[in-house]
């Protein structure tokens, strides 16, 4: 009798719990199937996302499932991860017993990474007419977000550079205790420079030359003049009859070949859009502009943060994720 007790025991487990080659287990089976899924997309209304079924094809009551969904570029590059669960209209979970069939769909929503504001010039070039001088040239937002504000610098240079110096007057001045020269000069070049030299030699009545002296004048304007004194170095100034004054050196600086810089910007530059800008030389003499150069000077967005766009979206991958199942009596 106890035996056929002990039979009719183990035949209850085995019916209950079931048996599988493997063994025997005394829990409910937790299983998810992803039956089908594809990617949806509205390029019109910049959204994508992921619509699927899954069933349960478990022998336990799913109290909790999800499913996981992958969104990639075209690269293979990840874009965005999202999880969806069966809830109802309240946004309560919603079990799901074994065989049920659960309708899915998971939103694509991209992570927020830092933006990237950018400007590339892709040409330029000189325009000469017969009353101005202009750069004109095309830019695109390169960026990968939104330009609220742009600008571009042009820069216009003459072509070589001719430094000159005119002396403009020399004259020799005694009075009770030196003996000076004392002129003018003036800068009759097209470039300013930065630091120019005059040599005066002082002369006997004999035409000997006694000695010699010089003076220095810096950051000329073309143009411009500078008064300049060269006092006698020797100890007896009298016998000095005249002097000449000579120009003994000029420098100039090369990025003074600059005649002049302007700006052109631009608003509301959308990201892939190009932009066609005129830079107009901002002075008269624009028939001495032989060459020019531009920079990006200024790029605006209000955008801190960059989301990927749907449209970026190309394929997608689903999985069962967490599965959590409760025993289902008879």
Not at 20 to 32: D, E
Request: include cysteine.
């Amino acid at each position: 009798m106890n035996k056929i007790r002990f039979l009719l025991l183990i035949f209850l487990i085995i019916s209950i719990g079931g048996c599988t080659p493997k063994g025997c287990s005394f829990l409910p089976k937790t299983s998810l199937t992803i039956v089908q899924y594809h990617l949806e997309k509205s390029v019109e209304e910049g959204e994508a996302q992921i619509e699927g079924v899954a069933r349960n094809d478990g022998s336990a009551k799913l109290e909790y499932a999800e499913v996981i969904g992958k969104f990639y570029n075209q690269d293979g590059t990840l874009l965005a991860t999202g999880v969806a669960k069966p809830i109802d209209e309240e946004g309560k979970l919603c079990p799901l017993d074994p065989g049920q069939i659960w309708e899915f769909t998971i939103s694509y929503s991209s992570a927020a990474r830092e933006a990237h504001p950018s400007l590339t010039i892709l040409s330029y070039h000189l325009e000469k007419g017969s009353s101005e001088a202009k750069i004109v040239g095309q830019a695109q937002n390169d960026g990968d977000v939104m330009l609220s504000f742009a600008q571009i610098t042009g820069n216009f240079y003459q072509g070589e550079a001719h430094p000159s110096l005119a002396i403009l007057s020399c004259n020799l001045e005694i009075d009770g205790s030196s003996a000076k020269a004392v002129g003018k000069v003036q800068n009759d070049g097209d470039v300013m420079l930065s630091l120019a030299q005059i040599e005066v030699t002082f002369y006997d009545v004999a035409d000997s030359e006694l000695a010699t002296g010089t003076a220095s004048v810096v950051d000329l304007e073309v143009g411009g003049t500078r008064e300049y004194t060269v006092f006698y170095p020797g100890s007896y100034y009298g016998e000095v009859d005249h002097v000449i004054a000579e120009v003994f050196s000029t420098t100039y600086d090369e990025e003074e070949t600059l005649l002049a810089s302007s700006t052109a910007s631009t608003t509301d530059l959308e990201v892939g859009e190009t932009w066609d800008f005129s830079i107009l030389y901002p002075k008269e003499n624009y028939e001495k502009v032989e060459h020019v150069t531009v920079e990006v000077t200024t790029v605006d967005s209000p955008e801190e943060k960059y989301y990927e766009p749907a449209e970026q979206v190309h394929h997608v991958t689903v999985k069962v994720g967490t599965l959590k199942g409760s025993t289902v009596m008879p």
